[in-house]
């Protein structure tokens, strides 16, 4: 895309928006900008003023006018119309040859301040008495360097547009779009593109160069800024050499700029900015995830009958909702209820977030560990808040098997023509036995991932175990989306037909509205 296109996108837009808008108006206006220009600038004004009023645009370079020449007189030569037609400002406004044309003015010499004050006067007396409903329309570009008497002397009563603050991370994204780049799926491809958008901030050809560095550079890129600074001479920044600008309401200065000068601790905090937007939100999300995967675990130590206390300082705090447990909680609480593996990564996760929190950014290696950690076991652990957003929707049914142990529940779900989910093979999978006192929670996690797993392909599937109580029932339940039916088959026979062939049983298709539901079978089919 051209420098132009930047000009298309909210931010700048709005200024040539506005500064078109205030001479369209009142037949003058003014605006302050640094030198040189904000690249395209003049192109960008004369766009919007063919586009949207049908004005023609002339630049008027006043800085070689000469005492005795007349400002009126040589604007309208450059649109080939005598001077000597020119008596009065009222000529000048009322011609027909310059009834749709804007003259740009650059270059006011402080010299002639005087001379270009009585004549912006008169234009708007002239513009009081008969308000603009055609041109000529005067827009000055005002120098800089001058002191705030001088430009009150020049302008008097005419406001003036300030070119500041116009640009915003929305255009740099927007900028990035336009440009066919798209964000990645993993974290280091977002790092990278967060990282330039914030180091580059509102200087669209640094943003241009950071975009085509390689991917650790862009997620670490000290280094090539180093090298893209030393090519030349940087000013120290100001706004008035164009080299620092409020971005997201932050003064920033030129990321090169910065770098020749050694400020540094500027550079950081952007790094800061662009890995705190995508790790912070991200880790929460794990945070949860975690939550969601263990939360049968985590609601034995938080509840409104039974809150979780800790003290923070002199304060005491409170927590009735597992849901709101920060990692040091989590870390502790599941500490030997959990996979060494998961109690790791919590660590993990807790440091990183620790340290963003602090102001203190992730080096490359760390960052690297993390999208190492995240892609192989965190994305495991996640759980999205709508349940089977992305399941389809082919009327699959969950059935729970309801009874006590040796009913028969196995031996009715193995003649089903639906996939069975087993607490004892999966039990038996992970102890090496079916009769284990060991904590049971990471076989009923287990049975729950691989039963959803199957709901998930869309087909039916039987969830084996013995269900007999109400919260083991609500977990479960709650893990399935409500347009997906739920049935539970209830099994309770006499110890005498339990040794026999179990051929009686008995379905009712159910929602979480009555999860208590019981239905006693003595062996006769109830369908």
């Known amino acids: 895309m051209t420098p132009q296109d930047w000009w298309t996108l909210p931010g700048p837009n709005g200024f040539t928006t506005a500064l078109a808008r205030d001479l369209i ?19 960008a004004i004369r766009k919007k003023l063919a586009d949207e009023y049908v004005v023609d645009t002339v630049v008027f370079d006043a800085s070689n006018l000469k005492a005795t020449q007349s400002p009126l007189h040589e604007m309208a030569t450059l649109r080939r119309v005598s001077g000597a037609s020119i008596g009065t400002v009222a000529d000048f406004l009322e011609n027909p040859d310059l009834a749709d044309v804007a003259f740009i003015v650059e270059g006011i010499s402080a010299d002639h301040i005087q001379t270009w004050s009585y004549l912006l006067r008169a234009v708007m007396s002239e513009r009081a008495e008969s308000p603009p409903a055609a041109g000529p329309y005067l827009l000055l570009l005002l120098p800089t360097g001058w002191k705030a008497d001088a430009e009150k002397r020049l ?17 740099s994204f927007g900028w990035i779009a336009a440009n066919g780049i798209r964000v990645g ?6 790092l990278a ?7 580059a901030a509102w200087s669209p050809s640094l943003l241009d160069q950071m975009t085509r560095f390689n991917l650790d550079d862009q997620i670490s890129p000290t280094g090539s800024l180093e090298l893209l600074s030393a090519r030349r001479a940087w000013p120290y920044p100001c706004w008035e050499n164009g080299l620092v600008d409020a971005w997201d309401d932050i003064p920033t200065p030129h990321a090169l700029a910065a770098v020749a000068h050694g400020l540094w601790s500027d550079i950081e905090r952007r790094i800061w900015v662009a890995q705190s937007k995508v790790l912070l939100p991200m880790i929460d999300s794990a945070r949860r995830g975690i939550i969601r995967a263990y939360l049968d675990e985590l609601s034995k130590h938080a509840s409104p009958s039974s809150p979780y206390t800790k003290k923070v300082y002199d304060r005491t705090i409170k927590i009735t909702d597992p849901w709101s447990f920060e990692w040091f909680e989590m870390i502790t609480l599941l500490d030997g209820a959990v996979p060494l593996s998961h109690l790791r990564i919590m660590k993990d996760l807790k440091w990183v977030r620790d340290s963003l929190s602090h102001g203190k950014t992730i080096d490359k290696d760390n960052i690297k560990n993390l999208c190492e950690v995240w892609e192989e076991h965190v994305l495991d652990l996640m759980a999205a808040p709508v349940n089977g957003w992305d399941w389809p929707r082919t009327g699959q049914t969950l059935r729970m098997t309801v009874g006590p142990s040796g009913a028969g529940k196995s031996a009715w779900a193995n003649r089903q023509a639906a996939r069975v989910v087993s607490s004892d093979s999966i039990r038996e999978e992970i102890f090496g036995t079916n009769d284990t006192p060991r904590n049971q929670g990471h076989v009923f996690r287990m049975a729950r991932q691989r039963m959803a797993m199957v709901l998930k392909s869309g087909e039916d599937v039987i969830l084996d175990a013995t269900n007999i109580k109400t919260t083991d029932r609500k977990r479960i339940a709650t893990s399935v989306p409500p347009d997906c039916s739920i049935e539970y ?5 006499p110890s005498l037909g339990k040794n026999e062939d179990t051929r009686g049983t008995c ?21």
Request: with cysteine; hydrophobic share 35%; aromatic share 6%.
């Open 155 to 171: 302008l008097g009563q005419i406001g003036s547009r300030f070119w500041r603050g116009y640009m915003s991370s929305v255009d």
């Open 489 to 493: 088959v209830v099994i309770d026979r």
């Open 193 to 199: 593109l967060a990282t330039s958008i914030e180091v």
């Open 507 to 527: 379905r009712r298709p159910d929602r979480r509205a009555s999860p208590d539901f019981r239905c006693v079978d003595h062996g006769m089919p109830r369908w």
């Open 25 to 43: 108006t009142k037949g003058v206006a003014a605006a302050k900008c640094p030198r040189p220009l904000p690249e395209g600038l003049h192109d």
């Open 185 to 190: 799926s993993g974290i280091d491809e977002r």
